[in-house]
């Protein structure tokens, strides 16, 4: 079994998004070419909530997945669909925004807000999916323990655990918890991007000690070994997903392959001609 190299780290930076959230931006336009499919990771962690109560209101996107996932804290929604709900501590909201969808998450006081939001890209050809929504409950997602770490799976398997299999892109995503001094080593599609994201806690990965609130890409190979700090314990969440390696043409809340199709999309925003599907 071959161990996949580190070819990058980056670590998250404070960002302010929305109508004032106060977040830290881990991926966004400059890494889309290493870390394809995957666009932009937001990662949310506060105990004070004029960090996030302003939320983000209603807005639109096209063209891509959003993946909202909590470890703590509770956020509210709703969508130009009709869907409306709540994300508890422990859930996921996959929508596919597709042809274009409009919503909103207002996040709720909380003692913490803890979690992250992932942009996942969509092929040429999907683009224009109708928008759908999938509300991923505790009991919809596996948790399951190896060795001492336990394994929520958002997405794809790990052994015989299955978690959902997503329509456009079979995106593979765990939320993993290791206690102090543990490591777990997880197999890898040979194929694929892999990444993981500390999003809460230090660790070591191939001898290097890498800091909380940072991502780290890997190169090609069957596994990655992810250890905890022997003074603490780690919170991670693991990426996996087939690189698309088309053209990228980003405008804020929207992902096309062209200019030419972002500018339809803005000018359709204008017009009132956004929505295709409702």
Not at 32 to 44: A, E, H, Q
């Amino acid at each position: 079994m071959i161990k996949r190299k580190i070819i990058k780290q980056i670590r998250g930076q404070k960002a302010v998004d929305g109508a004032g959230v106060h977040l830290v931006r881990v991926l966004g336009n400059n890494d889309v070419k290493d870390f394809d499919p995957f666009l932009m990771l937001d990662s949310f962690d506060s105990t004070n909530p004029s960090d996030y109560l302003a939320g983000f209101p209603m807005h639109p996107h096209r063209g891509i997945e959003t993946i909202t996932y909590l470890i703590s804290g509770r956020i509210d929604h709703e969508d130009s669909l009709g869907n409306k709900g709540t994300i508890h501590p422990g859930e996921c909201q996959w929508m596919t925004a597709g042809s274009g969808i409009l919503h909103q998450e207002m996040p709720k006081e909380s003692g913490r807000m803890l979690g992250f939001q992932l942009w996942l890209n969509l092929p040429r050809e999907e683009k224009m999916a109708t928008p759908a929504y999938c509300s991923l409950t505790r009991d919809l997602i596996p948790r399951i323990n190896n060795g001492k770490a336990e394994i929520g799976i958002l997405s794809g398997h790990f052994g015989e655990a299955v978690g959902i299999t997503p329509a456009h892109i079979p995106a593979t995503i765990y939320d993993i918890a290791l206690p102090i001094g543990e490591d777990i080593t997880i197999p890898t599609k040979a194929n694929e991007t892999v990444f993981v994201f500390l999003i809460e806690g230090d660790a070591v990965i191939n001898e290097q000690k890498i800091s909380s609130k940072s991502a780290v890409l890997f190169g090609s190979g069957d596994s990655i070994t992810v250890s905890a700090q022997p003074q603490s314990g780690l919170r991670f969440i693991f990426f996996s997903g087939k690189a698309l390696h088309e053209p990228i043409a980003w405008g804020g809340p929207i992902v096309m392959n062209t200019q030419e199709e972002l500018m339809t999309a803005f000018r359709e925003l204008q017009n009132d001609t956004f929505i295709k599907h409702s």
